[in-house]
């Protein structure tokens, strides 16, 4: 499977493919998902930046656009952040709403199951190889998935960490230790204050995503160094 990025000759075709996916998939789930999914559609075709994967927009106004009220846009927001779906790319501060991104290739993974019901040509484009490779992300050669598949929460976790993102896997993730799990919050290790640091400024949100396809009861994260 390829994620392509939106710009340039096939750009037209990829952002109508990401978002008949979008909706194949809200169709296929219960009310609360399609309404859900409609949301976040609405913020693509209003106010997404494709070429710079930007989503420029403050809760109120986002509120408007919703026809909810702010307590709602916060909830919403924070299922999609939780999903994967969606992080924050630079917060807000005075003056300057927060600048959201997309994680296109996590809204891809998690619509595959409904890519037959589009049509065959729709999963070819998603699955033959990239043609140019500067404009594609693929999915290169998977690095040994982790060995200790015990069936613990933390397993399963690393499971999907890995199959999402190999690479991203092996050289971060896969350092990290499980050390507590109580109250919803999570506790890991890292092998030094550099990596803990980076990976809860960066990857904190996918840690979570990936918690929560195994244990909802998990919500808060913390990261904290051997040394």
């Known amino acids: 499977m390829q994620v392509a990025k939106p710009v340039g000759r096939n750009a037209p075709v990829l952002k109508y493919d990401i978002l008949s996916a979008l909706s194949v998939h809200a169709l296929s789930r219960d009310k609360h998902r399609q309404r859900l999914v409609l949301r976040m559609m609405a913020l693509i075709t209003t106010r997404y930046n494709w070429r710079g994967n930007e989503l420029s927009m403050g809760r109120e106004e986002i509120a408007r656009l919703w026809s909810v009220n702010e307590r709602t846009v916060k909830r919403e927001m924070a299922k999609l952040k939780t999903m994967g779906w969606i992080a924050v790319k630079r917060p807000a501060v005075r003056g300057r709403v927060a600048v959201y991104e997309l994680d296109l290739k996590q809204i891809m993974i998690d619509t595959t199951e409904v890519w037959p019901l589009i049509g065959r040509d729709f999963q070819a484009r998603m699955t033959e190889e990239p043609e140019v490779e500067t404009n594609v ?75 929560s396809r195994v244990d909802p009861e998990v919500r808060t994260l913390r990261i904290d160094a051997t040394e």
């Open 137 to 211: 992300v693929p999915f290169k050669t998977k690095p040994a998935a982790p060995e200790d598949a015990d069936g613990t929460i933390w397993s399963q976790v690393q499971t999907i960490l890995h199959g999402r993102d190999p690479e991203l896997w092996s050289s971060w993730f896969q350092h990290l230790n499980e050390v507590e799990r109580a109250g919803g919050c999570v506790t890991l290790i890292a092998p030094s204050r550099f990596m803990a640091d980076y990976i809860a400024q960066k990857w904190s949100a996918r840690l979570l995503a990936a918690y």
